[in-house]
């Protein structure tokens, strides 16, 4: 049970840096149902509206991540950067 200051916690699906397909994609959002049904209560983001909600925010700040991660934004959308949004968003404050 978490205390009244803490918050939840990102979905735990592994490593995002080889995806690079649509199977690996729809892998990686299985393992964030799979982790959502396992441990509702630990999750930032748990219902739909708040996961939407927290996804737009995600989606927007994307290429600021990239920054502080020492990447170059991609000029087009990959399949890696729809699963660290979405990822994101599952634990975003």
């Known amino acids: 049970m978490m205390g009244p200051y803490d918050t939840g916690r990102f979905a735990d699906v592994g490593d995002l840096a080889q995806v690079a ?12 149902l ?5 441990h509702p209560d630990e999750w930032e983001n748990p219902t739909l509206e ?7 925010a995600s989606l927007r700040g ?6 502080n991660w020492g990447e170059e ?13 979405l990822v994101t968003a599952s634990g975003y404050e």
Request: avoid cysteine.
């Open 21 to 32: 397909t649509p199977a690996d994609a729809a892998e990686i959002v299985q393992r964030m």
């Open 34 to 38: 799979d982790d959502l049904l396992a």
């Open 50 to 56: 708040r996961f939407l909600d927290a996804l737009s």
């Open 62 to 67: 994307l290429p600021q991540a990239y920054a």
């Open 73 to 85: 934004f991609p000029a087009a959308p990959t399949w890696r950067m729809l699963v660290q949004a």
